[in-house]
């Protein structure tokens, strides 16, 4: 079973500019989660994706980040206008639906590194 | 909302030894799960251990082990017989039960992390 596929691994923008993520769950997932990993932090959860919808996405900035998870492709982190305070490690996770089996383990991918130059 | 405190910026022990990383937590949540990460340096997050609330037995993974304590909110790690490829970033995490319709996980909520330093 591949595992949770990211990318591009390293991106360079400079202010101004748009950055997309993207992000392919582990075969049978069908829920996503973004996670922000500023240095010297742990992980923050940014948002919660089920395919076509948005379940939870309290840990998103109001403006310019926005997520999808269509019906076919990838999950899409999509941050315009990106400042230099978007430098970051961005990290997909995915997971099945929930069953006392799997519980609520989710797998992280390698993370998208983030430079805004 | 929950919270998650690792008091241990960093540790360092010889190889072979045995070192416990702490992490305490608040939830006013009565279901929910505890995960320990491990992040080395190439920054892929390997989940090492986790462990649901509602059961009273410690989890254990090989060399991994924890000391749950629900009532202290207390999640420690212990690392037995202590290897170099241990040294990495060891974050704790908790989850509550998944409260979203169709099921699935919940975010998790991560601790600020204790680097672990296994020297030679």
């Known amino acids: 079973n591949a595992g949770v596929m990211q990318n591009p691994r390293h991106l360079v923008r400079r202010r101004g500019q748009e950055a997309r993520l993207r992000c392919s769950p582990m075969?049978?997932?069908?829920?996503v989660y973004w996670y922000r990993q500023l240095p010297e932090e742990g992980l923050k959860f940014m948002v919660y994706?089920?395919?076509?919808?948005?379940?939870?996405e309290s840990g998103m900035p109001k403006e310019r980040f926005s997520a999808e998870f269509p019906k076919e492709g990838p999950s899409i982190l999509r941050i315009q206008q990106v400042v230099r305070g978007d430098s970051a490690a961005y990290f997909c996770?995915?997971?099945?639906?929930?069953?006392?089996?799997?519980?609520?383990?989710?797998?992280f991918g390698e993370g998208s590194w983030l430079t805004v130059v | 909302a929950q919270t998650v405190t690792q008091s241990q910026p960093e540790m360092s022990v010889q190889e072979a030894e045995t070192v416990t990383l702490s992490c305490t937590y608040d939830?006013?949540?009565?279901?929910?799960?505890l995960f320990w990460y491990k992040q080395p340096p190439s920054r892929l997050m390997i989940l090492v251990i986790r462990?649901?609330?509602?059961?009273?037995q410690n989890a254990t993974e090989n060399r991994f082990s924890v000391n749950f304590q629900k009532a202290a909110k207390s999640f420690s790690l212990k690392i037995s017989d202590s290897q170099l490829g241990d040294t990495a970033m060891y974050f704790c995490?908790?989850?509550?039960?998944?409260?979203?319709?169709?099921?699935?996980?919940?975010?998790?909520?991560f601790g600020k992390g204790t680097h672990l330093i296994i020297q030679p």
């Open positions: 996770a995915s997971s099945p639906p929930f069953s006392h089996l799997s519980g609520n383990t989710i797998y």
């Open positions: 075969k049978g997932h069908s829920h």
């Open positions: 994706l089920q395919k076509e919808n948005i379940i939870d």
């Open positions: 939830t006013s949540e009565s279901n929910y799960y």
């Open positions: 462990q649901e609330a509602y059961k009273q």
């Open positions: 995490a908790f989850m509550k039960h998944g409260t979203y319709s169709g099921g699935g996980a919940d975010g998790l909520t």
